[in-house]
């Protein structure tokens, strides 16, 4: 029923927005319901330690909040949760199962994984309405797949999810001794530093958004190296005839600010700076000739907003100021004879947390933006304390923490207890209030976010309203709320586990061949090699260069694959065990959405589709009738649509870069190692962009071959029927993309270590990479034979459009196929098989127990004493916890973290931990 609510709101203002006339309907009260009636989703994630070594477990507590009222949300039931590696590929995704909004898990980094900056990445499926956009691809990218709707949801990417980044050591050589040594993923190549004048990305935001001709403009400014990293500098400001008219210098994480007065119509402003020896001159926005200015300030007890237009203001104008989403006020601006208005609103009116100011007309257009930041002091006040810490306690020592909430005694908290002696400062060390009020509506990632509330003097507050002003995006966009901008809500709030996907016309695969002979081919009507190995053939002569080139999906099937013209019944089968349920709907326009079997952890599923015109007699025939036969045809594809993100985010300089601010340690006891040596400091064994060398047995990604063909049937790179000729190339894709090339990237293929590269029609010979047998060799052709797949290579997905790309330093990627030991077979079937997962269930951490005391040899190596997602208040609001010490002399840093039933956040860090309390 809650299902057909949302839904019946989903369409409520669809219609409203695309039915009703300005005139009649508002913008404003428009933005104002879309606030109240689609509320968007934030997720923050509370992690048991600081820094982590292979081996080691995360453990996690995820909260997820409504925009609109702060407290936990009541609209997802699910939510997923993703381990991405340094270089951006996905390790584990967990589905978890939220009661009131939360959710806990952990994750192995297995003794297989590198060390480095890994990334948890957090949302659920309702977020992923918003800020959505098309991830850059070349456009011969397009005709790898099915159809185009498949390549359109394969390169949707998102501006915003919640990501937490943290350090991963290499594996302890000896028990106990937690050296922090960060050795990387070996590379192929060595990607030597660029030489000559260093690159720097100087970027200017003018206040509200335009530089406004006959007006003055604020206007802020950001400087970084091509890594990132904020510089500090002196720029001069110039017109259009190289006069001085104002300079001006980075003040706070290289951003500043400055003002431009009485600005001509195309009048070009440039900025000279002089960096590293070098001397570079960058443009300003052009000064437009109409438009309005927006200033903001605050006086005393009010926010000013100062409104300059190029002339007479002839139409009315609306201000209107949202935070979260939700509007705060509005406000009307009659036509105006001076081109200059002036709006105060009372400070005390606006919530604490950023707040986004659009000043706009009765058609819509967006005149100039601004966001600000409004702090009231309201979360300085600590909601819980924690008593009975000590300064170092002795081996096995019991610890006792007594917790108690203030003001609120009801809350959602979770508790970490660490040995400090490993702990690790990073810049991404947001808390539940950092990320909340702040982080959550920036885009891209704000470092040491802490110290913007540390205190709220001129300096803090200058740097925060500089951070509000270099924003271009906004979080909450007043044109999609407004009804201007079409947007397709194509998720709903998940309550329960469902199967959603789509059903196909299948086609038949090319005439089977051996390696290295041709097939025909009718979509082009001739005869070609088909590889799946890139090579440039057309340069080695006696080839006709239309078909020396990477075929792909539509030059081999294009027209062979036709639209579904009728209704067909799909069939889901959950098995876990010896338990069987059996699903089955009839599609609608080719699509399907049924409610599946609730499971945990891992099932199998089987999924096929039939015609429902036929009796149930032949259905059942047509079922049994080669269902074990990966090489019989389905009766139709059918595929499950993938929702979850396929790219990951660059990281930030501050992302992956070493804390410069040393951290002062309370006591020499907390920099104690279990084997009394002191502590290494952080040591990387790859610098940025430098030389790794390459390691066989290190692959970028090991996937079971069942799994990557399932993966590129759902991606749309097949039609969800093996063919070894192409899988390769499939699977590339689905993993890499086009790595943003305009053209094929070069791929290799190994049998178990043994190199396939072969030009058309030329024998197997030694010489050419192998010798094999046509027998041995049809095994890898076959999933039932197929292991896994090793995947190796130089590119990194987080790195997509790098420097390090181009010219002849492109990347490869080689995949080697392993069969199953001991001439092993898998079943393999007709029809879609999955080995999947459902709700992820964690087990509870183990704390042990030393009231006996324990053996004279008992080492304890523990770094997280204790971890708990969710505390238990009594109705007091309080709370003791016990626990015992590891093997060593220790100074504990406690953490704890949560949120208020009314959607207070709930932050408390030990002094060791550098204390902080809300």
């Not at 952990?106 to 977020?127: H, K, N, P, Q, V």
Request: aromatic share 12%; net charge neutral; glycine share 6%.
């Amino acid at each position: 029923m809650k299902k057909l609510t949302l839904l019946g709101i989903l369409l409520y203002y669809t219609t409203d927005i695309w039915t009703q006339t300005y005139q009649t309907d508002p913008l404003a009260a428009r933005v104002e319901r879309f606030a109240t009636g689609l509320p968007q989703e934030k997720v923050y994630l509370h992690i048991d330690n600081t820094c982590y070594f292979v081996g080691d477990t995360v453990w996690y507590k995820a909260y997820v909040t409504r925009s609109d009222k702060g407290w936990l949300t009541d609209l997802s039931k699910i939510m997923y949760v993703e381990l991405l590696t340094p270089d951006g590929y996905l390790v584990e995704r967990q589905q978890l199962k939220m009661e009131n909004g939360t959710a806990h898990g952990a994750f192995t980094l297995t003794d297989s994984l590198y060390a480095g900056y890994y990334e948890l990445r957090a949302y659920t499926r309702w977020m992923l309405n918003f800020g959505r956009y098309e991830h850059p691809h070349s456009k011969y990218t397009e005709d790898m797949f099915y159809n185009e709707q498949m390549a359109r949801d394969f390169f949707r990417d998102y501006d915003k999810l919640y990501s937490r980044v943290f350090p991963v050591f290499d594996k302890p050589k000896e028990a106990g001794r937690y050296t922090k040594d960060m050795t990387m993923r070996p590379m192929r190549r060595y990607y030597k530093a660029r030489k000559g004048k260093p690159e720097i990305d100087l970027r200017f935001y003018p206040e509200g958004g335009h530089l406004i001709a006959g007006t003055n403009g604020r206007v802020a400014f950001e400087i970084n190296d091509e890594e990132g990293k904020h510089l500090e500098a002196e720029l001069s400001i110039m017109d259009s005839f190289g006069k001085e008219i104002t300079r001006t210098r980075t003040l706070n994480r290289g951003r500043g600010v400055f003002t431009l007065t009485d600005m001509k119509p195309n009048e070009e402003y440039k900025a000279r700076l002089h960096y590293q020896g070098y001397d570079y001159e960058v443009k300003l926005p052009k000064v437009e000739k109409e438009g309005y200015a927006l200033h903001v300030e605050r006086k005393d007890s009010v926010l000013r907003m100062i409104i300059q237009g190029t002339n007479e203001n002839k139409e009315e104008l609306g201000i209107q100021i949202q935070c979260n989403g939700v509007s705060k006020a509005v406000r009307k601006l009659p036509p105006n004879a001076t081109g200059k208005d002036t709006i105060d609103i009372y400070w005390a009116s606006l919530p604490t947390g950023v707040n986004q100011i659009t000043l706009f007309n009765a058609e819509g257009r967006i005149y100039a933006d601004r966001l600000f930041f409004v702090n009231h002091h309201d979360y300085d006040k600590p909601l819980i304390t924690i008593e009975g810490i000590k300064q170092e306690y002795a081996p096995f020592e019991p610890i006792e923490l007594r917790m108690k909430l203030r003001q609120h005694h009801d809350a959602d908290v979770s508790l970490a207890v660490r040995d400090h002696a490993t702990d690790e400062t990073t810049y991404d060390n947001g808390t539940m209030l950092t990320e909340m009020l702040l982080a959550s509506e920036i885009k891209g990632f704000v470092e040491n976010p802490g110290w913007y509330f540390e205190a709220d003097d001129s300096l803090h507050r200058q740097a925060l309203d500089l951070l509000m002003m270099v924003q271009g995006w906004r979080r909450h966009d007043w044109k999609m709320m407004a009804g201007l901008a079409h947007t397709q809500f194509e998720f709903l709030p998940e309550k329960i586990q469902t199967l959603s996907g789509s059903v196909h016309q299948t086609y038949s695969l090319l005439e089977e061949t051996n390696y290295g002979e041709s097939a025909y081919i009718p979509a082009i009507a001739n005869t070609a090699a088909i590889y799946t190995t890139a090579q440039d053939y057309s340069k080695k002569g006696g080839i006709d260069p239309a078909l020396a080139k990477v075929l792909n999906l539509q030059d081999l099937y294009g027209p062979l694959i036709k639209k579904m013209k009728k209704e067909v019944n799909v069939s889901a089968s959950f098995i876990q065990d010896r338990d069987i349920v059996d699903v089955s709907q009839t599609t609608q326009n080719g699509k399907f959405y049924m409610p599946s079997a609730v499971v945990n952890d891992n099932y199998v599923l089987f999924l096929s589709a039939s015609d429902s015109t036929k009796s149930e007699k032949y259905q059942r025939r047509r079922k049994r009738k080669g269902f074990m036969d990966e090489q019989a045809y389905p009766e139709f594809y059918v595929k499950l649509d993938p929702f979850f993100p396929v790219f990951p985010k660059p990281y930030s300089y501050y992302q992956d870069a070493a804390f410069e601010e040393k951290f002062a340690l309370q006591d020499s006891a907390s920099r104690e190692s279990f084997t009394e040596r002191k502590l290494n400091t952080v040591t990387v064994r790859s610098k940025r962009g430098g030389l790794r060398r390459l390691d066989h047995g290190k692959p970028a990604l090991v996937v079971d071959a069942y799994e990557a063909f399932n993966l590129a049937a759902d991606y749309g790179l097949n039609c969800g029927m093996h063919d070894w000729r192409t899988f390769s190339r499939q699977v590339a894709t689905a993993f890499f993309g086009d790595m943003g090339m305009d053209r094929h990237f070069y791929l290799q293929e190994q049998y178990d270590g043994k190199i396939l590269d072969f030009m058309p029609e030329q024998k197997r010979e030694p010489e050419a990479g192998m010798s094999m047998s046509n027998a041995q060799m049809k095994k890898y052709h076959r999933l039932r034979h197929l292991d896994k797949l090793y995947i190796y290579t130089d590119y990194v997905l987080r790195e997509q459009g790098s420097w390090k790309y181009s010219q002849t330093n492109q990347p490869e990627v080689g995949i080697d196929y392993r069969l199953l030991p001991n001439d092993g077979v898998r079943p393999t079937y007709r029809d879609r098989r999955y080995a999947a997962k459902g709700y992820s269930v964690c087990t509870e951490f183990y704390s042990p127990d030393y009231s006996k005391k324990p053996m004279p040899d008992t080492k304890d190596y523990r770094r997280t004493l204790y971890w708990t997602p969710k505390v238990k208040f009594n109705n007091k609001g309080e709370a003791v916890i016990r626990l015992y010490n590891n093997s060593k002399k220790t100074v504990i840093a406690v953490e704890a973290e949560g949120i208020t039933t009314d959607g207070k956040p709930v932050v408390w860090k030990s002094e060791a931990d550098n204390t902080y309390s809300r």
